[in-house]
Structures are given as C-alpha cells and as structure tokens.
C-alpha cells in the first residue's frame, strides 16, 4: 500500500476513517460493501459470457446466436442496475458524511480554546470545515472502489490467462506494466499539486475576503491596482496547478487508451508485414480486442482514484489532526460529567489573586496581580494601548489560562475548577454578558441579530426595550422594515457607531448578573457613548459592570477604576 500521512498507509487510513462513521452511517457503508463485491462479480460474468460468443459467432446456427446475444443484453443491462444502484447509495453516504464530520469540525472550531482559534484566519476555518471533510469523505469511498477495482483487474487478469494461456498472461503483463509506470511517474507529481492547490483554495478566499473588508479603501485609493494585480497573480499561479493536475490526470487516461490501441494495431501491422495469415489468430484477435475493451475503462478508473487518494494528502492530514483534537475535546467532556456541577453565581463579586500570564512566544502581560471586583458595581479598567487589557478581560472569561493564580467568583475559582466543597464544574456563560472590542454582526435582521444565541422565537418587545436603552432605537424605527431590516454581511447597511450599539442591544437581551464590555463605545461621539452609558449604568446595583475603555469621562462615572500599567493592575479609585 502507498503511504499517504505521516506514515499511515492506504489501509489505515480506511480504517481510521471508518471508526469515525455512526452506526446508521456503517449500514449504508456495509449496503456499498455488499453491492461493490457483487459489482466485480457480474463484470467477470459478462466478460466470460461474451468471450465464448464471440469466438463462435461464426459456426453457431442463428436462433441460439439471438437467445446467446438477448442473454449478454440481459446481463448488461443487470449491470448497469447494480452500477446505478451503488451510485445512489455512494452519494447519499458521501453527503451524509460530509454533513456529520463538517458538523464536528465546525463545533471544535467554537470551543476549542483561544490560542488555537487564533492560529487560524476564517477562511482557513472555512476550509477545515467544507474543503477537508468533503475531500476526506470522497477518499474514503474511491479507497473501497478503488479496492474492488483491483479486484475486479485481478479476475479479468485470471480469466485472460486461463481463458488464452500464454496470450492472456503476456496482455496481463502489458496492462500492469503500463499502469505501473504511468502511475510512478504521475505520483509524486499528484501530491505536490494537491498540496498547493489546497493553500491556493485558502489564498484565493482570503483575497476575497480583503477585498470585500477594504470595499471603501479600494474604491477611493488609486493603489488598488496593486491589489487586483496580487489578485490577478494568485489565480495565476492557482490556475497554473489546476491545469497541471488536469493534464497529468487527463493525460494519463488517454495515453493509456492510446498506447494499448495503438499497440494492438501496431502489432497487427507487423504480422500482416511478416506475411502471418491473420485469420489463423483470428480468435486471439478477438479475445483481446474484447479484453481491451473491457479492461481499459477499468484501468483508468483505477489510475484516477489511486490519484485522487494521492491528491487529497494534505486535506487529510489537516482533517486527521482536527478530528483528533474534536474527539480529545469530547473525551474531556464525558470525563467532566463526572464531576460534580454548581450554579456559578455573583452575589459577592470576582477576587483574582496572583495572577500571572504570558504568551506561548515569551511576552510578558500580567504578573503578581491581585484585585476585587465587588458584585453590584461597575467597575473600569483603563490603561494604554498594548498594556494587556483586553487579555485581562479573557482570563476573566476563562478563555485564556494563567500560568498562576486564581479567579474566584464568589468562591468558585475558574483556574483550577473547584470552589469551597472541592473540583466541580460550572459554566460562566450563564451569568455573563460580554461585548467584544469588534464586534460582529451577521446579515440577518436587526431583530435576530438582537437576540441571536437566544432560544426560540425573538421576544419583540423586549428587542425594542434593549434597543432604546442602547440608544439606537430611533434609527431603527425609521428602517424600510424596522426591527426586520436586512443589515448586510457585518452589519454593512449600519454605521460603525449603529453596530457597536445593537451589539450592546444584543447583550442587554440577555439575562446576565455580569456585564463586561470591551471598548464598546469606541466607534461612538462622546455625546453618544455617554447617553448610551447613561442607560447601561442604572444596572448596577442588582448587575455588576465591568468596562474597558479609554474614555476618562466613562471611567470616572464607575465605581472602581484599576489601571493596566508595567504588568500590575493599580488601583486608582
């Protein structure tokens, strides 16, 4: 078998993949199995019934000739059946497979944590997503067919030399000598194709994406022209290696069809110029005519698939490390549904002691901090540019782990995952409500993206509530469809300041016991960003807040102010 992966082979990574399917998914595979086996099978019958009748035609009396040719007609005909059939059951396993790895991918991308979603771009997601699982899922069912095409080249093999002797054994030969050489020569070719169209696949969707982030840029800077030019270069270069995968791929089957006619004919001509009476192999003739013919689809098939497998390298390795990370992450859950669960609540506030972080590369952001954030207050944390600010607001979330400290709220600590009692398991997001410093809107209406993440069907009245202590209600009302208003792929209809505002809509929606708000304001006037917190800051008492910002004037209406400043949180009031 050929190595594909680091290190597996053909066979291991059909088993690998396999273990991955559900049961129903197993019973369609077994349902292919089952008509793959019986596929050869009647491919052998039909070329063993014609062989015979065309190699008698001539002596046989015409009524058997029909009932022996309605016969071949008859099997045909049973064979394109069971081909159809097995297409149908093929594709339907195929897309379900699809369906249910992109469906994992897609919630490991979501949960895994920070440092790792940040390894990526989006449209490298969107590629582990779609591109890797749909590739994968295709070679899993060209590994099967590819093996009952051996199968089937085998039988073929020991009908020719069983049926024609020396004749069939030298035509066998022939065969696998071309397959072998045309496919060695193709192979190393194939994998270095697959690899650079998948990174050209990931440069063409992020082009796409700059273009469409830096719409506003291109249209009124005369620069653009160096942008379409990289643009223009990168599907060159991607274009370049899809005509090279085509013609190697293409090529090949049509070199090996030719190269076998060609040489059929070839030989005939010499034998009729060495004065060789033709009539006298007449059924050799035949024989092999009718093997080619039958044969040769079968070789390039088998050429194709063991190309494909090569080509599809690169999707699977990155495929086999997602997976295998998605199914660490569920093992740790099952491991966590052992332990014993609590309510995390915030009725005294968040203690964070002798919290230390650093990044994998080296940098320095926290060290030796201690701080309280009192329950029903609102607290701000300013600081310059750089200082770590939001990278305190992610350690608050769990989103990143310290290499030291605790976070307690109240006395459950997110660090180490235990409160007073001992370990147990608890889940902040229930009683947090976070804003982001970019904030993301999808295309949908300004209702659902309000109450997006929310169960059920949106509650109306409560998105205009949330809107107008936002204070984006008055632009809203006066949309073409208010509240139902289209808002464009992030929110492209809106200003930056109606964006940063229905974001805050969306987390005023949820019940929180903490509000936690990165720089949430910084797109809005002042004017604006202090009437918008004038309706925010009436919470606190019953609600916490905890706000990053670099507006003094906002600081100053909290409660309590710490400052980011050379790795310590100073407080300042």
């Known amino acids: 078998m050929k190595k594909l992966a680091k290190g597996l082979t053909n066979w291991e990574m059909i088993r690998y993949l396999v273990k991955l399917l559900q049961r129903r998914q197993k019973r369609l595979l077994g349902l292919f199995l089952v008509l793959g086996i019986l596929s050869p099978a009647v491919d052998l019958l039909s070329i063993s019934a014609v062989l015979p009748v065309l190699r008698d035609a001539s002596g046989i009396s015409p009524d058997k000739t029909f009932t022996r040719m309605a016969f ?37 991308y979501g949960r895994e944590e920070l ?83 998948r990174k050209g696949d990931i440069r063409i969707a992020a082009m796409i994406s700059i ?30 290696v899809q005509k090279e995968y085509m013609r190697m791929t293409q ?61 599809g390298r690169k999707s699977y390795e990155i495929f086999q490390e997602n997976m295998n990370r998605y199914l660490r992450m569920k093992e740790e859950e099952k491991r966590q549904e052992q332990i014993r669960e ?33 329950a029903g207050c609102s607290t701000a944390i300013i600081g310059d540019s750089g200082t770590g600010k939001t990278t ?75 809107l107008k202590r936002a204070r984006v209600w008055g632009e809203v009302k006066k949309l073409p469809d208010g509240i139902h208003t289209l808002i464009g792929e992030n929110g492209t209809t809106l200003s930056g300041g109606q964006r940063q505002r229905v974001a805050l809509a969306r987390a005023l929606y949820k019940e929180f016991e903490l509000l936690i708000m990165d720089e949430a304001t910084s797109a809005l006037d002042r004017k604006t960003a202090m009437a918008v917190m004038d309706s925010v800051f009436p919470v606190k008492g019953d609600k916490t807040l905890l706000i990053v910002t670099h507006r003094l004037e906002l600081a100053n209406e909290c409660d309590v102010i710490y400052k980011i400043e050379d790795h310590k949180l100073i407080k300042i009031k």
Not at 140 to 169: K, N, P
Not at 229 to 239: A, D, K, L, R
Request: hydrophobic share 45%; aromatic share 12%; charged share 20%.
């Open 211 to 240: 273009a469409y982030g830096l719409y506003k840029e291109m249209k009124t800077d005369s620069r653009s022209e160096k942008l379409l030019g990289q643009f223009g270069q990168v599907m060159s270069e991607h274009t370049k």
């Open 115 to 197: 440092l790792e979603h940040n390894k990526r771009s989006s449209v490298q997601q969107i590629a582990g997503i779609r591109t890797d699982t749909e590739v994968c899922a295709d070679l899993l069912v060209t590994s099967i067919i590819r093996i009952f095409r051996m199968v089937t080249l085998a039988g073929y093999f020991f009908l020719a030399s069983y049926v024609e002797r020396w004749t069939g054994v030298g035509l066998c030969l022939l065969v696998a000598a071309s397959v072998t050489v045309l496919f060695s020569f193709c192979r190393r070719h194939i994998l270095r194709y697959g690899e650079k169209k």
């Open 251 to 311: 090529g090949v089957s049509v070199l090996f069809q030719s190269l076998l006619q060609a040489g059929m004919f070839f030989l005939l001509a010499f034998m009729i110029m060495a004065g060789t009476n033709l009539f006298t192999f007449w059924a050799d003739i035949i024989f092999c005519i009718t093997f080619l013919a039958q044969i040769a689809p079968n070789v390039v098939f088998f050429v194709t698939d063991s190309n494909k497998i090569q080509y």
């Open 342 to 374: 609590r309510q995390i609540t915030l009725t005294e506030g968040i203690r964070i002691e002798h919290l230390t972080f650093r990044y994998p590369n080296g940098t320095k952001v926290l060290e030796d901090v201690s701080a309280e954030i009192p």
């Open 392 to 466: 305190f607001l992610d350690l608050l979330l769990g989103l990143l782990e310290p290499q030291a400290g605790s976070i307690r709220y109240d006395d459950y600590d997110i660090v180490k995952k235990q409160d007073s009692q001992g370990p147990c398991r608890g889940q902040i997001g229930r009683i947090v409500s976070y804003i982001p410093q970019i904030v993301y809107l999808n295309g949908d209406t300004i209702c659902r993206n309000v109450s997006f993440l929310s169960a059920g069907n949106a509650d109306e009245e409560k998105v205009v509530e949330c």
């Open 72 to 108: 071949l007609g008859g099997i045909f005909l049973l064979k394109g059946a069971f081909d159809l059939l097995r297409i149908r059951i093929s594709n339907h396993f195929l897309q379900d497979v699809v369906c249910e790895w992109s469906v994992k991918i897609y919630d490991l």
